[in-house]
């Protein structure tokens, strides 16, 4: 008797599982030949339900089909062959394809119109402006401090108050430089009484002289005594006039008309002229300046016109570039172009009388260079960019559109200036040319709350995503 081993064991084991594996993938593939689902006369039907359909439907369409004694058999109906619209649910079942590429041609045939908005082209006056990015910038930045050393007694402005120059701003301590400014004018009224008694002295000596009195030498020692106390005097009066200057500078006053920031010391603290935060910053804001760039290119345009003494007027817009905030006029050139971006830079004046500008706010400047009369201007928007250049959709009367290659001019204001191309009543497409194509049919919309379909075929103002599906035909 054979025994058997374990490894003949295992190695029968997995035969009968691979074996019963393929087994039931096939039981499994027959299954889905058989079941599959499958698009028949507008109904998923499975299979095995396709296959009766197609022999009830065969047996109906025989031409006679044998029944009880005496029955004749059944003629099929003409149509029944397979109606080439219906598909045909009978004869062959073939009628089906050809019926619905026939359905298919004639419904790719009858396109709707593509709907869009036009603008008319029109002949008007334009600004031709250059766009910058710019900073506001003040004229004058103090940061103010104190010139001499003491206790902040108090604080006269508010934080953000608009001064003027001159204006007390604070106080330091006063009374450490008027004790200095009193004693300046002790000694100087000590040295005054002794000039004057020198004077007075060598007055006798010069009277004595002339009696021959006395020796010349003394009257000449005298008028040198005289000299010396005049020189003291002086310095004196020097002593005085810085004493009382201390003085003055106990008080701190705005040295220019403008806004104040906020305060850096509170008062009680002991300030010095060293201080590097100081007491508050002011900035001047009326006028106000902007500085912005331009690429070298468009320099020629700038410099042809202040060369010829015209004054460029300069607007200043927000953030996002629809509100404009205040406007000014050019004021000077930077002497250089900046080698690393191809810019110069450019300093333009702001009045700025209602604070609309602020300084280190960021703008977008227009730059208007010159106005040209009368060109023809359609939105930049509309304007198309492909392999032979700029062109545009143009609506003809009998709602075709066709493509016009274009010459465009200068932009401003969101709109472009057309040099060839097109002439003043051309309808041009602004919206839904992403859709079409030279000889299209079209549909203007004039309604401006309806909305432009993103995908062709969709209704006017319908929803995104909404279903513009229209459902087949079925033959009764």
Known sequence: MVETTPAAKSTRTRRRVIGWTIVALIVAGIAWLVLRPTHQGGKWQRGAQQTAAGAGAGASNAPGTPGTPGTPGTASAPGAQGTPAAGGQGGAGRGSRPGGRAGAGAAGMGEPPVPVRVFTA???????????????????????????DGELVKVNFKEGQYVKAGDVLAQVDPRPYEVQLAQALG?????????????????????????????????????????????????DQANVDSARLQLTYA?????????????????GNLVSSGDTNGLVVITQTQPIAVVFT?????????????????????????????????????????????????????????DNGDDALFPNQFVNVRLR????K?????????????????????????????????????VGNDMVAIDDGL????????EGTDRLRAGAKVEVVTDPTSTIPATPGAALGAEPGASTSVPARTTP
């Open 187 to 235: 000694t100087q009224t000590q040295n005054l009484a002794q000039l004057d008694n020198a004077r007075r002295d060598l007055a006798r000596y010069q009277a004595l002289l002339k009696q021959e009195s006395i020796a010349k030498q003394q009257v000449d020692t005298q008028a040198a005594l005289v000299r010396q106390y005049e020189g003291t005097a002086k310095t």
């Open 369 to 372: 260079v010159e106005t040209r």
């Open 374 to 410: 009368g060109v023809t201007v359609i939105p930049n928007g509309a304007v198309q960019r492909g392999s032979k250049g700029p062109f545009v959709f143009v609506a003809l009367p009998d709602n075709t559109v066709v493509v016009r290659q274009l010459k465009l001019g200068p």
């Open 423 to 430: 002439k003043p009543g051309d309808r041009v497409v602004i």
């Open 294 to 350: 331009l690429p070298e290119t468009q320099l020629p345009a700038v410099r042809e016109q202040l060369r010829t003494g015209h004054t460029l007027e300069v607007l200043a817009y927000d953030r996002a570039n629809t509100k404009q905030l205040s406007s000014g006029v050019l004021e000077t050139l930077d002497n250089q172009i900046d080698v690393t971006t191809g810019t110069l830079k450019m300093k333009a004046r702001f």
């Open 122 to 148: 029109a002949t008007q006056d334009m600004d031709i402006t250059l766009p910058a990015l710019g900073t506001v910038t003040a004229y004058n930045t103090v940061t103010v401090r104190s010139r001499v």
């Open 251 to 267: 008080r701190i006053t705005a040295p220019l008309t403008g806004r104040l920031g906020l305060r850096q010391v509170d008062q």
